[in-house]
């Protein structure tokens, strides 16, 4: 879905739930820039989307027109179309990335990132035969995130695991997590829901 499509759908969505909004309604809600909305407003009004009024005090009104309806309708189907497409591209993915580490032998896995990818990741370790040994993840300790508690960084000293899936992409955490396990020679596997190319490559610490 384009990203177009998308705002498109997020403006006739506020307008279809309210009727009558003003540009500033529609700004405040949406969190985009005033002069976006405004640009897009344009483009909805030309396509026949949304028709304009006037109210006092010098004051436009926006409200969605029965052909905004029926293309609201179309977007919203192709948004979740295009979700549940990424969702089985994403857990394909997860399972394809497990099946290799259980197949290298490994049975406990620790998660390092509280993360949505994490979670599309957790629906196949129990098709690979892998055991969550637990969820760490620096910036969200002390939450619940599949239904245990996040913990820090320094619980990878004593959970017992013979692999760590790194679902936070950031060099800070690259950095901490092979400093903390270079003594440890464990394997550091880094999982990219979406790969643009070739698997993510794994490597050990």
Sequence with gaps: MKAQDLKYLQLVQELSEERGLT????FLRLGMAQGLVNRYLKRLAQKGWIKLTTAPPKRMLYWLTPKGMAEKTRLTYEFVSHTYKLFREAHRNASNHL???ALEGHRRVVFYGAE??????AMSLKENRLKLAGIVDEDLKGAAFLGQPVLGIDALERLEFDCILLVKHSRRDDA??????????????IFDPFPEAAPAKESRA
Excluded: C, W
């Design 23 to 26: 540009q500033r309604d529609l």
């Design 176 to 189: 901490i997590l092979r400093r903390l396990l270079e003594t440890k020679g464990r394997v550091v596997s």
């Design 116 to 121: 949505p990818a994490a979670e599309v990741a």
């Design 99 to 101: 099946n290799r580490l």
